[in-house]
């Protein structure tokens, strides 16, 4: 079964504004990350957040963890044509090399 | 280039038939992944292999075998193709930081 669900499954915004995508997941985690896969084409890791943080940026992407919610989010800030894709979260069990995927957001940023 | 390398890119068979995916990774990774994304795009794991050892195997029928013969190799190979099989097919590599994803193989079983 899918560990995480994400929402929106679907997200169509402007250029220029903000996009934010919210993943909930069941168990305990060492650690949650997200990625990014544009249409036919393979996943590119964006962010990996530990369970014992709560808040990563790197570039455009800000990314949120809530342990006590079991829940993380991804905002993309000042979107662009390019980052239309799909963004999973994904998340690593504590002790388990894996990783379990959410369910995904198509976002779609219309220019 | 550093990366994670899957062939074929495409993969068009009947059913019934037996057919390989390859996949190599140049990143110095000790543990390698084989995940499947059906039509709704579901993503889940299938294998996981490290150091050449199998780790996860999960719940996928034993037409499916991986083979590892170093750790920056492993292929999977597929017998007697059905059509629930088609699907897009994704290799991966991991480190404590992150994994990194193949593009992919679309198995389409007719």
């Known amino acids: 079964s899918q560990q995480g669900e994400e929402d929106p499954q679907a997200l169509s915004i402007q250029e220029g504004e903000n996009a934010t995508m919210n993943c909930s997941y069941k168990?305990?985690?060492?650690?949650l990350q997200w990625y990014r896969q544009n249409s036919g084409r393979g996943l590119v890791h964006l962010i990996l957040i530990r369970s014992n943080e709560r808040e990563k940026h790197s570039g455009r992407l800000r990314v949120t963890l809530d342990t006590s919610k079991k829940s993380s989010s991804l905002l993309i800030t000042a979107s662009r044509a390019a980052d239309t894709a799909s963004y999973f979260c994904a998340t690593e069990l504590s002790g388990n090399e894996k990783l379990t995927f959410g369910t995904g957001t198509r976002l779609t940023i219309i220019p | 280039d550093t990366a994670v390398s899957q062939t074929p890119k495409y993969l068009v068979t009947q059913m019934g038939n037996d057919k390989s995916i390859k996949c190599e990774q140049n990143l110095g990774h000790d543990t390698m992944y084989w995940y499947k994304q059906d039509s709704k795009k579901f993503l889940k794991i299938m294998f996981s292999?490290?150091?050449?050892?199998?780790?996860i195997n999960e719940t996928v029928p034993n037409r499916f075998s991986p083979k590892s013969p170093d750790k920056a190799h492993l292929n999977l190979h597929i017998n007697s193709l059905e059509l629930g099989d088609s699907a897009v097919y994704f290799c991966?590599?991991?480190?404590?930081?992150?994994?990194?994803f193949g593009s992919g193989t679309r198995l389409t079983v007719v």
């Open positions: 168990t305990s985690i060492n650690n």
């Open positions: 292999y490290n150091n050449k050892e199998l780790i």
């Open positions: 991966a590599s991991s480190t404590i930081y992150g994994y990194t």
